[in-house]
């Protein structure tokens, strides 16, 4: 993590968390979700390596990009992924307060995740855990399909 400058958490589980970070060298944002290989289940670990061993070799404008990942001294799993400013589309549908999204937006949206999981099949790729919380948002709307842990 010497490359990187510690921000905020922005998520925990039970697979461990997730922190937003600067690199030092490009100052751009990213996130890095952290497993801890002493007290994650097989399944989990096996999960955060799928997650990364995919992402790393997976090259789409809908699909949430990848920087590096490696295991630290610390027994810890890294995974460093671009971070999406919007948040994810669970959250964002909550803010809409039962107010309903342009029709326009909700298309657009729609079709991007679909170019997205199209690429995944043409991958041989099934995501298996797509949500709303799974789906990312940048700062221009640009829809990110994330969290291929169970892929």
């Known amino acids: 993590m010497e490359n990187y400058h510690f921000i905020r958490i922005v998520g925990k589980g039970s697979y461990g968390e997730v922190n937003l970070v600067r690199h030092k060298t490009d100052r751009k944002q990213y996130v890095v979700k952290k497993l801890n290989l002493t007290t994650s289940s097989r399944r989990e670990r096996r999960a955060a390596e799928q997650e990364a061993q995919l992402l790393s070799q997976l090259r789409h404008p809908n699909i949430v990009t990848y920087r590096e990942s490696w295991e630290g001294d610390d027994r810890k799993l890294y995974i460093v992924m671009g971070f999406c400013e919007g948040g994810d589309l669970y959250q964002r549908l909550k ?57």
């Open 95 to 151: 803010q809409q307060k039962g107010e309903l999204l342009p029709e326009r937006q909700v298309v657009e949206w729609f079709v991007q995740i679909a170019m997205a999981l199209q690429y995944l099949h043409e991958k041989r790729i099934l995501h298996r855990d797509l949500k709303t919380q799974n789906i990312f948002l940048t700062k221009t709307n640009i829809i990110k399909v994330g969290d291929l842990g169970i892929a």
